[in-house]
C-alpha cells in the first residue's frame, strides 16, 4: 500500500480556512485517495474520498493534483468542533482491503 | 451514529479473565474489520472478514481470538491478555463494490487490563 506523509500538526483560528497535505507518491493506478477524521475516544470518520480532480461535498473539498502524487484536504470556515486528527489514506477501494493509518495530522482550532 | 455498535464501550479486566468484544454493523456491509489503537499510536489492523471468512491476520498474538458468525456480526474473544494490551479497539465495516465504500467505524471498545 502507499505510504503517506502529512503534517504532525496545525494550528488555525474559527472562521479560516484550512488546507491539509499530504504526500503519497508510490501511489498506484487503482488507488483511491480518503481522509478520515477523528476525535478522541472515537472511531474515524469519513470525510470525503477522491480518484483525480476535485471533489467536494458539504464538509471539505479534495484537491487531487493530474500526477496524483499529493493531495489537499481542504476545510472551509473551521470551527472549534473541527479540532481533530486527520488521516490521509490511499488504497485499492475494494472490501477487505486493510487500511494503513498513519500518525495523522492534529489540528487544533482556537478562539 | 454510525452504523456500526460496539460493546461494551469500557471494559476493566485481569491477566487472568476471559472475556469478549462484539461488533453489529446494520449497514448491510460484508467487510468487517478490528483494529487496536494504543495511545499515541496509529490504528493498527488486526483482523479482516471478507464474506465471513478471514482474509488477513496481521500478526496478532492468539490471546486475541476473532469470530464472525455472520456477515453483521463480529467477536473479539480475549485471554490471558497482557497490561500492553490496554487500548481502544475499534471495528468497523465495508461494503464490496466498484464504487466508492469507505470504512464505517464504531466507537470503540476501551480496554484496560490490570
Known amino acids: 500500500l502507499a505510504k503517506t506523509t502529512q503534517p504532525i500538526s496545525m494550528d488555525s483560528y474559527e472562521g479560516q480556512e484550512v488546507n491539509i497535505t499530504c504526500s503519497h507518491n508510490n501511489i498506484a493506478t487503482n488507488d483511491y485517495i480518503t481522509w478520515y477524521q477523528q476525535f478522541p475516544s472515537q472511531g474515524p470518520r469519513f470525510i470525503i474520498q477522491?480518484?483525480?480532480t476535485k471533489v467536494t461535498n458539504e464538509v471539505a473539498s479534495l484537491f487531487i493534483p493530474a500526477d496524483r502524487k499529493s493531495s489537499t484536504l481542504s476545510l472551509p470556515r473551521v470551527s472549534l468542533s473541527d479540532t481533530a486528527v486527520y488521516y490521509c489514506?490511499?488504497?485499492?477501494?475494494?472490501?477487505?482491503?486493510?487500511?494503513?493509518f498513519g500518525k495523522g495530522t492534529t489540528l487544533s482550532v482556537s478562539s | 451514529e454510525t452504523g456500526v455498535t460496539q460493546t461494551p464501550r469500557h471494559l476493566v479486566m485481569g491477566m487472568t479473565n476471559k472475556k469478549s468484544l462484539k461488533c453489529e454493523q446494520h449497514l448491510g456491509h460484508n467487510a468487517m474489520y478490528w483494529y487496536k489503537q494504543s495511545a499515541k499510536k496509529p490504528l493498527e489492523l488486526m483482523f479482516v472478514y471478507n464474506f465471513k471468512e478471514q482474509t488477513e491476520n496481521n500478526s496478532v498474538p492468539s490471546r486475541f481470538s476473532p469470530e464472525c458468525p455472520n456477515s453483521s456480526h463480529l467477536f473479539l474473544h480475549l485471554h490471558t491478555l497482557q497490561p500492553e494490551d490496554s487500548a481502544l479497539y475499534l471495528c468497523a465495516s465495508s461494503q464490496a463494490g466498484t464504487s466508492n465504500q469507505p470504512q464505517h467505524f464504531g466507537d470503540g471498545t476501551r480496554l484496560s487490563i490490570l
Open positions: 477522491g480518484y483525480k
Open positions: 489514506l490511499v488504497a485499492p477501494n475494494q472490501a477487505g482491503t486493510a487500511l494503513i
